[in-house]
């Protein structure tokens, strides 16, 4: 079992629709948490990050961390064909004498225009 | 500008050619680290560094070395390439808050590496 896992997808919403991706983890030491967007070719960039049990918005983001069941989740409210790129889902845990960052293998996201 | 900057880009090598892919950052971050991305496997953490002259083993550290002298560069060194290292390498860096946690990583554009 990995540590992260993501759905590879590929997962296809249409334009406007809400876009679900999900992660699970297996560490319960693990304390942070991030959505990572992707476009082919580039780097990671920062989509979300929580800490705490719950959502957290921001704009048309919400991610949701569920720490009893190991499960963080994104949904990408009003999809745009720009959301179109694959998704990374990362968690940090305690390692050595500092954290150690453990990204699932990421979900591919398309939004049909 | 904030930035990470990776160099080079991209390199072709061959076989036992010791390499080193330099890494910088502008943003006087604590925390650096080397990724690698191979399809289907994501981004693996190979080293990381909590500070200067501190840096600890990610998950894939074999045939790969760092080090961290200076808090804005953190090297990855590749004694003797072998052709399974060929890969799309990344380097972060981020602020740590606390003693023990990060916001967000901020990634370089890159190194694409062939070994032959």
């Known amino acids: 079992q990995k540590e992260v896992e993501q759905n590879s997808g590929p997962l296809s919403v249409p334009e406007g629709a809400i876009a679900s991706l999900n992660c699970t983890y297996s560490d319960r030491g693990s304390q942070s948490f991030f959505w990572y967007r992707q476009y082919s070719g580039k780097s990671p960039e920062l989509i979300m990050f929580?800490?705490?049990?719950g959502d957290k918005e921001d704009g048309r983001f919400t991610a949701q961390l569920n720490k009893a069941s190991q499960y963080v989740s994104l949904l990408i409210r009003d999809s745009q064909p720009s959301d179109s790129a694959t998704y990374l889902c990362a968690v940090t845990r305690a390692g050595g004498g500092g954290f150690k960052t453990i990204f699932g293998a990421g979900t591919r996201l398309f939004v049909k225009a | 500008e904030a930035q990470v900057t990776q160099n080079p880009r991209y390199l072709i090598t061959v076989t036992g050619k010791k390499l080193t892919v330099t890494c910088s950052q502008n943003?006087?971050?604590?925390?650096m680290s080397w990724y690698r991305q191979d399809p289907g496997l994501g981004l693996r953490q190979i080293y990381y560094s909590m500070n200067v002259e501190v840096t600890d083993k990610g998950d894939v550290p074999e045939g790969y070395k760092v080090s961290r002298k200076e808090k804005r560069n953190f090297p990855l060194i590749l004694e003797s390439p072998s052709p399974n290292q060929t890969s799309l390498y990344f380097c972060a860096s981020s602020e740590v808050e606390g003693g023990y946690y990060y916001n967000e990583q901020f990634f370089g554009p890159g190194t694409r590496l062939t070994v032959l």
């Open positions: 943003m006087n971050h604590e925390y």
């Open positions: 929580i800490y705490s049990n």
